[in-house]
């Protein structure tokens, strides 16, 4: 199993939006480097989403159930998307704040590379965030 992390800014679709539709095609990934992590993505996957904006905090645990196709938003070939599906919220966000003053987050993408939507994480770092978050 492979961990991840996706950022959407909760205005364009938040965690309680995944959570009442149940599953989503996470689209409109449009960087190179993301897009090849989501090639990346296997069904069973699990993934940490991110409230990007004002928001900034680690708020939920998904998984992937569908692993990359055609994004059908995208005007141009090549660029996919993935199936994602929520799994339960953190019972409390994960701050960047509080990530950034951890010292066993400090190599994740969301530190190095916070423009980056999707990323990969390490099982302890994945770990590390759901214990921060009380899940």
């Given amino acids: 199993m492979q961990y991840w992390l996706v950022k959407s800014e909760p205005e364009t679709y938040s965690w309680d939006d995944l959570v009442r539709d149940g599953r989503t095609d996470w689209t409109g990934v449009r960087n190179y480097a993301a897009r090849l992590h989501l090639k990346g993505m296997r069904t069973g996957d699990q993934v940490l989403f991110y409230h990007s904006g004002d928001g900034k905090s680690v708020v939920g645990v998904a998984r992937v159930t569908r692993t990359a196709f055609p994004d059908a938003t995208a005007k141009e070939p090549g ?10 919220p953190l019972p409390r966000p994960v701050p960047l704040a509080a990530v950034k003053a951890d010292a066993a987050l400090q190599a994740i993408g969301l530190v190095r590379q916070g423009r980056l939507s999707v990323m990969p994480l390490q099982p302890a770092e994945f770990a590390r965030l759901t214990k921060l978050g009380g899940g």
Avoid: C, D, F, K
Avoid at 79 to 88: C, G, K, T
């Fill in 79 to 88: 660029w996919v998307a993935v199936e994602l599906a929520a799994v339960r």
